[in-house]
Nanobody
Framework: QVQLVESGGGLVQAGGSLRLSCAAA????????MGWFRQAPGKERESVCA????????LYADSVKGRFTISRDNAKNTVYLQMNSLKPEDTAVYYC?????????????????WGQGTQVTVSS
């Protein structure tokens, strides 16, 4: 079992940046597909981005492409989400997730382990 703990959320003004971290415990994440999801008030949980186990492939939702960057450091058992040029519509609870599936995928059903979430609030 993998335990995931997100951190780095907070309140930031529009145009600002945040870096989220997802620290894994229990097992190494080197063989896991990792992803970030978010859920805004009144909206469904959506995929933000994902990164393959090797870090060689990544994908992004159109809404964040060019602004967000996912990365992983398997040696530190940590996944990051660099969030730049934040917009008020980025406000959401952000969740880190791990999948045992091979390749790369954005569908939440592919993910086996989830963090508790960290709140990101972007003010106008």
């Amino acid at each position: 079992q993998v335990q995931l703990v997100e951190s780095g959320g907070g309140l930031v003004q529009a145009g600002g940046s945040l870096r989220l971290s997802c620290a894994a415990a229990g097992r190494t994440i080197s063989s896991y597909l990792m992803g970030w999801f978010r859920q805004a008030p009144g909206k469904e949980r959506e995929s933000v981005c994902a990164i393959s186990w090797s870090g060689s492939r990544s994908l992004y939702a159109d809404s964040v492409k060019g602004r967000f960057t996912i990365s992983r450091d398997n040696a530190k058992n940590t996944v990051y989400l660099q969030m730049n040029s934040l917009k008020p519509e980025d406000t959401a609870v952000y969740y880190c997730a791990a999948s045992k599936a091979s390749g790369i995928a954005a569908h939440a059903g592919w993910y086996d382990y989830w963090g508790q979430g960290t709140q990101v609030t972007v003010s106008s």
